[in-house]
């Protein structure tokens, strides 16, 4: 019979014995912590991964390309015929490398040879880019020419029948007799801020207050070449935001830097007045009924006659979009086809003029993309190209011959991911409907040309790239190009990320993820969550393929012990009308199916540990980091949120004013970072750039001081000379400082101070 007290110590040792089975990670950080991250780091990995994809560049129409891809001898191009079905090394890398070296003394390493742009100019001609310059190989005779590649003066146009010049002095607009010599001006009342011919550059920084913007030129002559078509970029009331420098070394006071940038609502803002000019007449037309912010733009193109300009007009906050065509010589504008919605209409819309005078238009009137046919004359539907409970996404070939498009589209196939892309050929009158590529997968196509074949490279996170060359007529398989190799991860312990799906905040909704586990994982220990983000209506942010499962910021990060998670939740792309409308005027509210997902997922895999989850994203994904932590703050117990607009009303304008509402409404700051800031209660990282004009950094800055007041603790990093680009997959100095942060918070381990990562080139 036992004595009590090793009665008590055989229970204590049931009881440590069951909860170690699934105890929390109890792992040391070291450098080969971060040697296993570093592996992850997309630069670094792609060498690792044979034949990943095959993205050709055609050559004849499409009866040959060329493709470029990692294998065991390193980087080689590969040429495939698409009538004899071979597929070849393009050249003799060790050859050409040999004859770079040659001919310009550098030594280049043929295993990774340093030039794009690789075409076939004939059987015996190979043609490349490399060092700025357009090279040409004759493969027989072995002689390597190379020429600067031409730089085209970006401040001046040349009429199609050459007999003109045009160009800008002085603000104003002038053309040039290229026979007589003579110069003639066609307009007189440009000046500083009041400039013709001009575009304002998304990126153009200004040295202090009154520097000179970066020059910009842009006219479109006519076909006939007797007209211009051009615009006047207004900035007299725009006004500015601004930036401080303070990286460069030879300064020892920072430098001003301003830029013209609208935020949503306001009316001080940069914009385009169409101006249309007449060469023989020398009349000038200006078209104010149609001056638009340059956040929004002018998309006028010439008819082939050279009597109207058409394209899309669309007002303020993308309610509405106009299909319009505009007389030049009466400047009378006519409506061909108009749409409008309650939330926002898609701009990034499929538009294929016919020759027959018809025309191809997407709309999501009926709660999914789908195509159109309508008559040019009239304005009048002629017939539903496709139709459905799925979503369209590319108009990818043409044949307007036999009257078949073929196209790219989402959520058709039943019992599959409703994100999966299929090609599809359909008659112009909507029917003879057929799948052309019906493997469950996603599929990344390539057409030729010439309309005859096509590259399918389909995948899934977890299924490694089939790259298939198609008949594109029937989708017949002529030939399998090559599949993915990751013989090099597997022998690491590396597992594929692992899909899973959710009910979504409406109770009803499916919604997609997957999870990402380290190649140390074992199943019997309990892992830390780490929540990737970036949500939004206008992107999906879950790896759909192979490629993009193997190449980004979630591998890297679960390395270092984590399980790394990445949802699409309601009001994301991709999916029906009323799945994007989620997020109208309510982005601030993404993260609540992160939160649902990651909660079911956790019920049904032990492993995961739900006490510590944590969230990190970059831009919109820094604000998704950071609301999180505020609307959520008993949940997510560790944030790293960058680069984040944290207050819409202080981003750019035509983002937020098309998913979150314009005019701008009391939901802009009630879902405002800023204005939540008392919410805080875990850790956050806040970073951004010092120079970022893509996402100014003053609103993190607003933030932190927000934070402040209200007495919470907070960390903050700034890099004083980086723009928007930073701790990117490829891997920097933030990418350390955010893994760091995850395992300090939330693995409760203590970082290596002062590791420098290695990353490849």
Known sequence: MKSPKSHWLSLFLVLLLTLTSYGPLSAQITEETYHRAEYFLTNNLQKEIYHLEVVPTWSNGGKVFIHSTYTPSGKRFFKTNSESLETLEAFDHLRLAKLIREKTGTEVNPSD???????????????????????????????????????????????????????????????????????????????????????????????????????????????????????????????????????????????????????????????????????????????????????????????????NLNGFFFPRGYKELHLIDVNSENAQIRKIYSESSFTHINRDLIFRRLKNGNFIISSDKSGWNQLYLFDWNSGKEINPVTSGEYVVSKLSYLDEENGVIYFEASGKEPNRNPYFNHLYRVKLDGSNLELLTPENAFHEIYISPDGKFAVDNYSTVSQPTQSILLDLKTGTHLKKISEADISNLKKRGYQSPIPFTAIAKDGKTEIHGVYFVPTTFDRKKKYPIIDYTYTGPHTSTVPKTFKSGLLGHQQPMAELGFVVVTVDGLGSF???????????????????????????????????????????????????????????????????????????????????????????????????????????????????????????????????????????????????????SFGRAAGDYFTKKRWDYFIEHLLGEKPIRHYQLQVGN
Not at 684 to 712: W, Y
């Open 113 to 307: 040879l340093p030039i794009n742009a690789v075409s076939i100019k004939s059987e015996k001609v190979i043609a490349f880019q490399w060092r700025s310059q357009d090279w040409t190989w004759n493969t027989e005779t072995d002689s390597l020419e190379s020429l600067p590649i031409s730089e085209r003066n970006e401040m001046e146009s040349f009429s199609p029948d050459r007999n003109w010049k045009a160009f800008t002095r002085n603000y104003n607009l002038f053309v040039k007799n290229l026979e007589t010599g003579e110069e003639t001006q066609l307009s007189f009342d440009g000046k500083k801020n009041f400039e013709y011919a001009s575009f304002y550059g998304w990126s153009d920084l200004i040295a202090g207050e009154n520097g000179e913007r970066p020059p910009h030129f842009m006219v479109q002559w006519s076909p006939d070449s007797k007209k211009i078509f051009s615009q006047i970029v207004d900035l007299r009331i725009a006004e500015k935001m601004y930036l401080l420098d303070f990286s460069k070394d030879e300064k020892f006071r920072p430098e001003l830097l301003s830029y013209y940038r609208g935020s949503p609502g306001d009316s001080t803002v940069v914009n385009y007045i169409p101006v249309i000019f007449d060469l023989e007449t020398k009349k000038e037309t200006k078209l104010p009924e149609l001056t638009s912010p340059h956040f929004i733009g002018i998309n006028l193109r010439w008819s082939s006659d050279s009597k």
């Open 574 to 724: 991709g999916r029906s009308k009323a799945f994007s409308d989620f997020s109208y005027r309510n982005l601030g509210d993404g993260t609540t199916d992160h939160v649902l997902a990651i909660t079911q997922l956790a019920t049904k895999e032990r492993f995961l540990d739900i006490t510590k989850v944590g969230i990190f994203g970059h831009s919109a994904g820094g604000y998704d980091a950071g609301r999180a932590m505020l609307l959520h703050p008993d949940f997510y117990k560790v944030g790293v949120a960058s680069a984040g607009d944290h207050d819409f009303r202080m981003e750019k304008a035509w983002w937020p004013e098309m998913y979150m509402g314009y005019p701008v409404g009391d939901y802009y700051h009630e879902q405002s970072n800023i204005t939540n800031a008392a919410n805080l209660k875990g850790h956050l990282l806040l970073a951004h750039g010092g120079i970022d004009e893509n996402v100014n950094p003053s609103a993190t800055f607003k933030f932190a001081e927000n934070l402040i007041k209200a007495g919470k603790d907070f960390d903050l990093f700034i890099w004083p000379s980086r723009n928007h």
